[in-house]
């Protein structure tokens, strides 16, 4: 029943949250979706008929608080999930600070401080934080450097939000995927200077799929931990 379920997502604009958004969506969930500026805003309203959007810049997390502080907010939030990710490879020896800081930003202290934001609303619901974490959050590989000490990093703050919710009826549920066919696969592929093979990786729908078993899973239960590798 719609206005049963609310959803904060972001990254819905491709890949694994778009896949996401709308499998939540067509079953009549109520989701809110993260945009960075209006005009993203807009197009999100216009692929997702009745979603709500909330527009805040993930790549400037001091910013985050100020800008939702001039929209109006959910008054519970069931699930927060956390699927927006930006990647830069490179080796150590190339990387300035500005590559390590913009993939910190996005892909570990934007999460952070949307989850500070919302936890009031997490509580209130004894809701599901799903954080969709990465391959290299458990192993970092050559140029992978700074992609992986972010992605470490967020496992890093899963497992202590869990620890620091469990009381209060919070699950936390962190996702490792392998290499899935999206946008941000074919930018690695560049990057690596090799030829990109959509059909060779992990369909969105399928990591999709884990996620919704996750929040969907009965409440005597909590998946803290899914490894969603390539089956081909």
């Known amino acids: 029943m719609a206005g049963m379920t609310t959803h904060l997502i972001t990254g819905a604009g491709s890949g694994i949250g778009a896949a996401v958004a709308r499998r939540l969506n067509e079953r009549g969930d109520d989701i809110l979706l993260v945009a960075r500026d209006a005009g993203r805003a807009k197009e999100l309203e216009a692929r997702y008929p009745g979603a709500g959007t909330l ?20 008054e519970t939030v069931d699930s927060l999930l956390h699927i927006a990710g930006i990647v830069d490879l490179g080796p150590i020896a190339e990387l300035r600070p500005k590559t390590w ?40 590989h050559a140029e992978w450097g700074a992609y992986a000490a972010s992605k470490h990093g967020l496992k890093a703050l899963a497992d202590s939000l869990r620890h620091e919710e469990h009381a209060a009826g ?14 941000m696969q074919a930018k690695v ?7 990109y093979d959509a059909s060779r990786w992990i369909d ?19 998946i803290n931990d899914v490894t969603v590798r390539p089956g081909r």
């Open 55 to 74: 527009v805040a810049d993930l790549a400037d997390p001091d910013r985050i608080s100020w800008a939702l502080g001039h929209q109006s907010m959910p």
């Open 101 to 140: 800081h913009q993939q910190l930003n996005v892909n570990l202290i934007a999460p952070a401080e949307l989850t500070r934001l919302f936890l009031p609303q997490l509580r209130a619901a004894e809701g599901h934080v799903v954080f969709v974490n990465s391959g290299a959050g458990l192993n970092a």
């Open 189 to 195: 592929h560049s990057q690596e200077g090799k030829e």
């Open 204 to 222: 969105p729908e399928s990591v999709a799929t884990a996620i919704l078993t996750a929040l969907d899973l009965p409440r005597d239960a909590e």
């Open 170 to 183: 919070v699950r936390v549920t962190s996702v490792y995927p392998g290499r899935t066919a999206s946008p």
